[in-house]
């Protein structure tokens, strides 16, 4: 062991005489210790819900659409629908029809945004309806004939908060109604609930349904007609490319949206909150490195006759210093390290044992906990750099001390 780890690893075990010194010790590899935990369970949250949401919205929507310019929709889409299909990187596609109506059952109601599907299209680029009640989804199979009581399925929260279940008969109102000498009359048709699906997120369980596409096309009197061409590719990274190869393989008249683009400032708001999160958090590590300020500086004090001896010795200046930097970095390091332990314990544990949510409050029903290797990483050297930092005043004095100065009165 080189001489100044010797000496600071020595002056650590504080005497009986010290023990003040020992106390604020301890207090400062605590304080290190709580604050680093404390920014990898902070971090590894902020991961999940990035992590969750990304993850869901992804997985529940297309990730690239295809839509008509003017807004009008997409006609004559089988052939278009088939021909893109064919593109490189796609490896699903889907037609949709969507408006937003109202749901009623009895006298409570809700607004949802309803979406006429072809099922075994829809689950190619989306897994929304992967969770639903057994059954419900080849309910909405294309029918031969017209059904006088279409078949519906409703996001769980939707149907709770209307009063539904599975079985019930629900009351859709569409804005596009029929032209009376007494102006619009908005349509009502009534639907069968088939089924409910339940994501754990609360943008899609609220406020979505799904129905068959002709039966969407006869209540939105569009026939024939599609809101948009949603697709899912292999690499939803390639989003924008991809997109930008379906608007030219399309033609004039269509646009393309993706997820990136629809979930943009979501996802920047997340990235703030972390950044936020971790200037906040580590304060904590601040507030220690104080804490090993006053430690080592109470050391010095009490160390001044000992320093001068050595130095009497022979001991250099320099020296004397890394003594006292070698002392915060052990400092440091022990804590630290005990915060690594702890944060990444407790992040373990919180992702085994979820902590349930209100989804309606925070969107997802679950804290999500996704701890990262290169967090663990980021968090150490910023608190050892920190840890460092205050001991360069108490390091420096110590090299200061002048020998003769300090044994005049010994």
Do not use: C
């Amino acid at each position: 062991m080189r001489f100044e780890l010797f000496i600071a690893a020595r002056y650590l075990k504080a005497k009986r005489r010290q023990a003040v010194v020992g106390v604020v010790t301890a207090i400062s590899v605590a304080g290190v210790a709580a604050g680093v935990a404390a920014l990898i369970i902070a971090l590894a949250v902020t991961n999940g819900m990035r992590r969750d949401l990304q993850d869901r919205l992804v997985d529940s929507s297309a990730h690239v659409q295809l839509m008509g310019v003017e807004g009008d929709g997409i006609r004559d889409w089988k052939p278009l629908l088939a021909r893109l299909r064919k593109l490189p990187h796609i490896i699903g596609a889907a037609g949709e029809l969507n408006e937003q109506v109202m749901v009623a059952h009895g006298a409570r109601a809700g607004f949802a945004l309803v979406v006429g599907i072809v099922p075994k299209d829809e689950q190619t680029v989306s897994t929304l309806l992967k969770d639903a009640t057994p059954g419900s989804v080849r309910a909405l199979e294309p029918a031969s004939e017209i059904d006088p009581v279409p078949p519906i399925v409703l996001g769980k929260d939707l149907a709770d908060s209307i009063g539904a279940t599975i079985g019930d008969s629900v009351m859709l109102v569409s804005p596009q109604g029929e032209l009376t000498p007494m102006g619009i009359v908005p349509k009502s048709v009534p639907f069968r609930l088939v089924g409910t699906y339940h994501t754990g997120f609360y943008q899609y369980d609220s406020a979505w349904g799904y129905m068959r596409l002709a039966d969407a096309q006869r209540l939105y009197d569009e026939p024939d007609l599609l809101s948009a061409m949603s697709f899912k590719i292999d690499d939803r990274d390639l989003a924008p490319e991809v997109g930008r190869e379906i608007e030219q393989a399309a033609g004039k008249g269509f646009m393309t949206t993706n997820w990136m683009e629809q979930n943009r400032e979501l996802f920047r708001a997340l990235k703030l909150e972390q950044y936020v999160t971790f200037i906040v958090i580590a304060l904590i590590v601040i507030v220690a490195a104080l804490n090993i300020l006053i430690a080592l500086t109470m050391m010095v004090m009490e160390k001044t006759r000992d320093i001068a001896v050595l130095m009497s010795f022979g001991v250099a200046p320099e020296q004397v210093r890394r003594i006292f930097l070698l002392q915060g970095l052990l400092i440091s390091v022990v804590g630290t390290a005990l915060g690594l332990v702890l944060g990444y314990a407790a992040s373990w544990l919180g992702a085994r044992y979820p902590i349930h949510l209100s989804a309606d409050v925070y969107t997802i029903d679950r804290l999500p906990f996704a701890p990262r290797l290169i967090d663990g990483v980021i968090v150490a050297a910023v608190a050892i750099g920190i840890s460092l930092l205050a001991t360069l005043y108490p390091a420096r004095a110590a090299a200061k001390i002048l020998p003769a100065e300090a044994l005049r009165y010994e």
